[in-house]
Structure formats: C-alpha cells, structure tokens
C-alpha cells in the first residue's frame, strides 16, 4: 500500500509517532510516497526528522500557538486572530496538498494531528482513505479525565481535535495506560505510545543529575533561577534556542544543550529524573526507561494540563506549577508502586507490533467505512 504522511510540526511527538510508524510500514513493505509537514515561523524542523524518511518532505504553513514576550506562555486569543490573519497562506497550503495528493494518488493518508489534515479531508473526503494518529484522540474514551476547570480553552481542544480527525475512517488514540473498557466511537481503537528504537535499546542508569526539556525558550528562566538558588542540584537542560550555542553553560550545575535526538536519548537513560512541560512522547520515554517525571505544563496549554493529569493517573510522575526542589526530593524517593506502574508501562508499550498488525489486517482486507 502507498501512505502519505501530514505531521503537525508544533510538537515533536508528533514527528517522532511518524517516524515510529513509517519505520514500521517500511518494515512490512509499504510505500510513504511523501511526508507533509505543517510547519511555521516558530519552530524549525529537527535534521533526525528530516533525515528520517526515504521520501521527499514537504512543508506547508500550517496553524500554529502564538506566545507572550517571554515566550513562556500561551495566548489563546492571540493565537487565534494570528492564524485567522493567515487565513489565505493555509487555503494556499490545502491547494499545495491536494496537487501532492492528486500526483501521489496515495491508497491512505495519515494525518498525525494536524488541523490542515482534518480540514483537507473535510473539503475532499474522496481523495483517500483518511486515518489519523494521536495521544489527543484519548479523549474519546470513557476513562479519559478532563483537567479542571475546562472552560474556553476545554471547548477549542475538543474543537480542534474534532477538525483534525473529520472524515477518518480510522481513529488511533495513543495512551499510557491500557484501557480496560472499549470506547463507543465507531473505528476507533487505543495503541500505547510510539517508543523509537533509539529508547527502546537504550540502557537506563541511575545518574546524579536532572534532565529537562523546555518547548519554549521562555522557561530557561525559571530553570536558570531554580539552578542559582540550590547550587547542590546538577541540571542537563535542552532548548530550541537557535540564536544560542549547541551547548551552553551558564552555572556549573547547569548546563543547555540545543535539540539533539541521540544527545537527548542519552541524558534521558542517564538522569536521576526527567523535568519535562508535560509533552506526551517525552513522558512516555522517561517511562520505559524508568524515569520519574516531574510534569509543569505550558501555561495557557490546555492540553498539557490534561497530558500532566492523565500521566500523573499513570504511575509516570507528578504534576507542578513550577520546578520545585520539594516535589523533586518527593519524586526520587523510592517507590515500589513506581516500579510496577513503569513494568505495566513496558508491558502495554511491547503490544504495539501487535495493535500495528491488526491494522494493517484491516487495512488490507476491507474498505474501512468512514468514522463521521
């Protein structure tokens, strides 16, 4: 079968669930004629993605946050009058993915939560077979829990979920935990995360330092301040600080490196906990490599508040406002109860060539009907 791929560029996980997946169809003899990747301003494409693929990679302007000065913060209002203003640049993006799907002519594309996708298959819902992939999409079941309060911002997720996934005939939601009870969305099923094969072989050690990953640069204050004041805590810290220095150290127990996936990999199976802005991929690697997780979502992200709670639920942390020492003392201290929920965590992640089998069954064997 041939695939093309969109990705939603804001988020790294997403990218990692694509080469995940793509790794696997290649394995089993399938074709990903192209990737598509909604990208913007703000964030630049990391070389393992790019490199990642045997195929061309195509990048379109696709719908994106809009931070506050500090680049801390998200603002929602903001966020939508900027991409209401780029209204024409997205129509033009759908004209550019419709000639790559008319010439690629795939037999399914997978759309890795990306709103251009969803509304691609809103406008042509014929083009394809439509599948789309994400942690997001837990929120369809009956035991996903909604963080609190919800309000606005609860409404826009939900809305903006709905839009990647219009039209799919197939809804794949990715999840720490394996659910017990089945949803009752038609064509819909939970997989566990997308561990790439870098963690998976990697070889956890009991370091003497803390890893952090910080998605917007804003927040090298807080970790900077945080390192000042307990000079006893050694910090490994990764940014997407592309005017800085691939690695920069500020104080002597503390130090920044610039996005690199083998680099990262490595801190990650050697920390003593990971630090992290509640990002669903990063979690669910700390995870398998037995890492506890200290989990402080992007302010204004909604969907981080929910990722923090629903990890917290997991087994696979806790869930802050802020980096506090306290919470770090809480959160290395031993814990059998730990220990079982990260074996739980290995045991539901290793059921994925399986979760992947059963799809390609699907695939192959029937025309799914479509999910709306």
């Not at 609860?154 to 720490?176: D, P, Q, R």
């Not at 087994?315 to 059998?336: H, M, V």
């Amino acid at each position: 079968m041939k695939f093309l791929f969109i990705v939603q560029g804001e988020g790294r996980g997403h990218m990692t669930q694509a080469m995940v997946i793509g790794a696997l169809l290649q394995q089993h003899g399938h074709d990903i004629g192209s990737v598509v990747l909604g990208s913007s301003d703000r964030r630049k494409a990391p070389d393992y993605f790019l490199e990642a693929f045997p195929c061309p990679i195509h990048r379109i302007q696709s719908p994106n946050f809009v931070t506050d000065k500090a680049n801390k913060a998200i603002k929602m209002g903001a966020t939508l009058w900027d991409n209401v203003k780029k209204l024409p640049y997205y129509t033009e993006s759908i004209r550019k993915l419709d000639q790559l799907v008319l010439a690629e002519r795939p037999d399914c594309i997978l759309n890795f939560y990306d709103m251009l996708g969803g509304i691609y298959a809103m406008i042509y819902p014929s083009r394809s077979s439509f599948v789309v992939i994400g942690h997001q999409y837990l929120i369809y079941h009956p035991d996903f829990t909604f963080a609190q309060p919800g309000g606005i911002q609860k409404l826009l997720f939900k809305l903006n979920t709905k839009i990647t996934c219009w039209n799919a005939s197939k809804i794949i939601a990715l999840s720490l935990w394996k659910p017990v009870r089945k949803a009752a969305v038609k064509n819909y099923s939970v997989w566990p995360p997308m561990v790439k094969k870098s963690v998976r072989s990697a070889l956890p050690l009991s370091g003497n330092f803390f890893l952090v990953y910080i998605v917007n640069s804003g927040y090298a204050r807080e970790i900077f301040e945080l390192a000042k004041k307990y000079p006893e805590i050694t910090i490994e810290a990764f940014w997407d600080a592309g005017e800085m220095p691939r690695r920069y150290q500020p104080l002597a127990n503390l130090t920044f490196h610039q996005i690199d996936d083998r680099l990262f990999v490595e801190k990650l199976s050697q920390c003593k906990a990971y630090l992290s802005t509640a990002g669903f991929e990063s979690i669910a690697e700390a995870m398998y490599l037995g890492k506890k997780t200290l989990m402080v979502p992007v302010e204004g992200q909604y969907e981080q508040q929910c990722n923090a709670l629903d990890a917290e639920k997991s087994g696979a942390g806790l869930g802050a406002k802020n980096f506090d020492p306290q919470l770090l003392a809480r959160l290395t201290a031993s814990n059998s109860s730990s220990t079982d929920s990260f074996e739980q965590f290995a045991e539901w992640q290793h059921s994925l060539d399986s979760c992947f089998a059963e799809w390609m069954q699907e695939m192959q064997g029937s025309k799914i009907p479509v999910a709306n």
